[in-house]
């Protein structure tokens, strides 16, 4: 068999997706997604294999090595296949379409996907994960093969009217789902709380978290949490939803899916305790959570939440942000062919670093012991080392060590740092270099509420620096474009990307002051609103109305690891309402609630992001203008960054500007003043950090 290196490249060399790259040598002979691939499909009478991952997938890169890369399973492909090879990440339509088929036909779904189409592009057949042999209770893939190439040669009728049947069913369904959770009953406190208990029921209450192994981060739930205490602090027993938020925070953050060296989160623990991560590190995980740690910070002040925030934006700007500012996807669970090498520690490795006393230290600190914690049965040599975890206190150690526990937080600080420098020595985990914009929106949010909270200016001049690149890089002609890499910006943008990218450029209005981010904001929202709704059934699409017409358009309304395309714009939606005096804004907002009504209690995890939009119609209406110089405002706007007001409509500015909140309101005398409204009466302008928390607080 040829090195990969010594064969030719295949068509997707031309392609600038990482994950798309990685198999440009194959010897399969890929496609990307197109109609080129079809018309050979129709022309040669040969169905289509087409094969949905991502660059950070452990498994994707399993089943590659194992039969992609393989000469006979290719051969096989080749003869009786088009074979066609899509990043999810850069065609999320593509992705969710051909998901809902997978999911429908087997019962489950995941990546690596793989799915058997007529030259048409309906399925017929579908799995994810094949290896090249039996094993695992899987068939191997080479009999797949076999299998669907003599179908389609024998049974052809059969498999054609079977796909016809998946796709009419698959059609019904989409449209059944999308009403069924309809309702035009008010949103009420009852069904927040009755969607918190919902949550309560399958909370952790030793780990934190929800449900069971694997255990996901859920920030969008967690987000959640911190909303309802706000909005019902000193209402019965409304203390427990903030319990469950920092129990889960504290734990993930002491635990091995938090990265202890270098910041930042792990996709997922592969246990209940948040000890063993899937080492993949994506950037919408990690902008999410940093965001909802800035939150908790905001209403306990505990040092650790303001740390882990830091750490976490900090990370993503050390390895995760282009020159031009622009954040890549995601890093890999892999190096050197094996996941979590990169992240592993013994004892010896430490001490070769530290010498011995150092890391006889640093190991009882973060857990490293010569048993190990983990364990690969894929690869017996890593048996032995440990993943980090910080699960002990300073005074367990100090007592330990016959020293003061103020000692062990310096030297741990300072061991820290010299075992991050000897980790970049080792061979890093793959980068996926692409730029979203939905979720670049995503790290912008939490960039500007960073750095309104805790008064950091580079985290804001990243913020700025964002939404430079995105506009002059992926804005044109009215829309967004969805991906960037090696200067070159492609794919129309879906509904996610013009309401996440929305979102961070309120926030970073909210931080900065800067109406033209709020302006951009609007025009986002007006394009979404335009090209994305749906005039008949209500709701928005996931792609445009002009975009290519897939076998399903739908409508997405289930938060993944990324807020649901539709509660993402009715966030936007309310805020913009608010902020413009639209009311029919933020009724597109109670019509995206009453389109999932049913479901918000039923699967609150699922529906967290629009039970944020129930929380803020359900808060306060309570507006904040703060007028003056920037350097005059300081005072006042670091004041208001103390208090955690979810729903708090902010507005700094020089002066009176075109927004309502604003009209009239001018600085006098180079002094800030701070106006105080809510429900529509306001108070007399507060000059003072002392008078404006009297008035948000009131008294």
């Not at 975890?389 to 100090?398: K, N």
Request: aromatic share 10%; hydrophobic share 40%; proline share 6%.
């Amino acid at each position: 068999m040829a090195g990969s290196d010594e064969r030719p490249p295949n068509r997707l060399a031309g392609e600038t997706s990482p994950y798309l790259l990685q198999h440009a040598r194959n010897p399969v002979d890929w496609y990307p997604w197109g109609e080129e691939a079809f018309a050979r499909a129709r022309a040669e009478d040969r169905p289509v294999l087409l094969s949905v991952g991502y660059s950070s997938c452990h498994w994707c890169h399993v089943m590659a090595h194992e039969c992609f890369e393989n000469e006979r399973i290719a051969a096989l492909m080749n003869a009786w296949f088009v074979n066609i090879k899509v990043d999810r990440e850069e065609r999320p339509d593509v992705d969710s379409t051909y998901m809902t088929a997978v999911q429908a036909l087997t019962g489950q779904g995941g990546w690596p996907m793989t799915v058997f189409l007529t030259p048409d592009r309906e399925p017929f057949y579908a799995g994810t994960y094949f290896p090249p042999d039996e094993r695992f209770g899987r068939p191997g893939f080479p009999r797949v093969l076999e299998t669907l190439h003599a179908a389609w040669l024998q049974e052809r009728e059969r498999l054609l009217s079977s796909a016809a049947e998946i796709v009419a069913h698959l059609r019904s369904a989409t449209a059944r789902m999308e009403s069924a959770g309809a309702s035009d009953a008010p949103v009420t406190p009852a069904l927040a709380q009755e969607a918190v208990d919902h949550l309560r029921e399958s909370f952790d209450p030793a780990w934190g978290g929800f449900g069971g192994a694997p255990k996901f981060p859920a920030p969008a739930t967690l987000g959640l949490l911190l909303m309802h205490h706000a909005r019902t602090q000193g209402l019965g027993d409304e203390p427990r939803a903030l319990e469950m938020a920092l129990l889960t925070l504290r734990r993930m953050a002491t635990g091995g899916m938090y990265d202890q060296l270098g910041g930042g989160f792990a996709r997922y623990s592969v246990d209940e305790r948040w000890l063993v991560p899937h080492f993949e590190k994506m950037l919408y995980d990690n902008a999410q959570l940093a965001l909802v740690y800035v939150h908790a910070w905001q209403i306990t002040g505990e040092a650790a939440h303001e740390r882990v925030a830091r750490e976490t934006l900090d990370y993503l700007l050390r390895e995760m942000c282009s020159p031009a500012g622009g954040f890549f996807s995601a890093q890999d669970a892999d190096s050197e062919g094996v996941e979590g090498k990169y992240y592993l520690w013994t004892p010896a490795e430490a001490e070769v670093v530290l010498g011995r006393e150092d890391a006889a230290l640093f190991c009882a600190w973060f857990g490293v012991t010569a048993e190990g914690n983990f364990r690969d049965p894929h690869h017996p040599e890593l048996g032995g080392r440990s993943v980090l975890t910080a699960w002990r206190t300073p005074a367990e150690v100090a007592r330990e060590y016959g020293i003061a526990p103020e000692e062990v937080a310096t030297r741990i600080a300072e061991l820290r740092a010299r075992m991050l420098a000897a980790r970049g020595e080792r061979i890093a985990p793959g980068l996926d270099d692409k730029v979203l914009t939905g979720w670049n929106g995503l790290a912008m949010s939490a960039l500007a509420e960073a750095g309104r909270v805790l008064r950091e200016p580079r985290y804001l001049d990243a913020a700025r620096q964002n939404a430079a690149f995105v506009r002059q890089a992926l804005w044109r002609d009215g829309r967004l474009l969805h991906a960037f890499r090696d200067g070159v910006a492609k794919i129309d943008g879906v509904l996610d990307d013009y309401a996440c990218y929305g979102l961070g450029l309120v926030d970073l209005f909210r931080a900065t002051g800067e109406v033209e981010h709020l302006d951009w904001a609007r025009d986002l929202f007006e394009a979404l609103l335009a090209r994305f709704s749906d005039p008949v059934g209500g709701g928005f699409f996931e792609t445009a109305g002009d975009a290519e017409a897939l076998l399903l358009r739908q409508k997405p309304s289930y938060d993944g690891p990324t807020p649901a395309g539709n509660s993402a714009a009715g966030l936007l939606a309310w805020w913009l309402g608010r902020y413009y005096g639209q009311p029919e804004w933020e009724g597109v907002a109670t019509a995206a609630l009453r389109r999932v009504r049913a479901h918000l209690t039923s699967a609150p995890t699922g529906f967290a992001t629009m039970l944020q939009v129930a929380e803020l119609q359900l808060a306060p209406r309570q507006e904040l203008a703060i007028v003056g110089s920037p350097a005059a405002r300081q005072p006042l706007e670091a004041e208001a960054a103390r208090h955690y007001l979810p729903w708090l409509l902010l507005a700094p500015a020089d002066g009176g500007g075109h927004l309502p909140l604003l009209e009239g309101r001018d600085p006098t005398d180079g002094r800030a003043l701070a106006y105080v409204c809510e429900d529509m009466v306001c108070a007399l302008p507060a000059e003072t950090p002392e008078g404006l928390r009297a008035q948000i607080l009131k008294g």
